[in-house]
């Protein structure tokens, strides 16, 4: 019954995770109520995304490639801090407890939703550590099941190698998503460390 402009509309956001049919019609028809001048800035916010890059080095999205934080040489670039995604990096470094660089896994080992290791950078994460002579990998992962298989699975990967390969300390409750975590836990989980032997 939708004209087709708007039926179009709720059927790209329906693409969007977490997004079902009513929640697709409701910001549709939001988006199709504000004046034209918001649709515009709406339109080319989703157009400039077609600029962004992503770092060669850390898989981060960025303007540049290598990204800011991989181009910055007052940070220490023998230590990297490994993420599941993009945006716990941006929770990371906002704490500004974190000097080093980062790396970004593309998710978390999850069989049952098919996520196998070879879905991720693994391999890439290797050549890294093994081309830069990487001192330490601090594993910054959620604290559930996927994140421990994960951590399982990386540590046996880099078990002959010379890197050292911590986890963030248990300050941060079983079950729960870094994104969410304030930054007080996130810094004092990231400073107490635990190295996995
Ligand atoms: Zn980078």
Redesign the pocket.
Known sequence: MYPFSLKNLIDNLLTLPGIGPKTAERLAIHIASRPKLKIEEFIQSLNSLKELKV?S??N?F?EDN??S??QNQKRNRKIICVVAETSDLEVIEATQRFNG??FVLGGLIDPLSGINPEKLFIKELVNRVQKDAIQELILAFDSNIQGEATINYLKNVFQNSPVKISRLARGIPMGSDIEYTDEITLSSALENRKRLE
Do not use: D, E, R, T
Request: hydrophobic share 25%; aromatic share 10%.
């Open positions: 770092c080095l850390c981060n960025s290598p990204c934080i991989c660089l980062y």
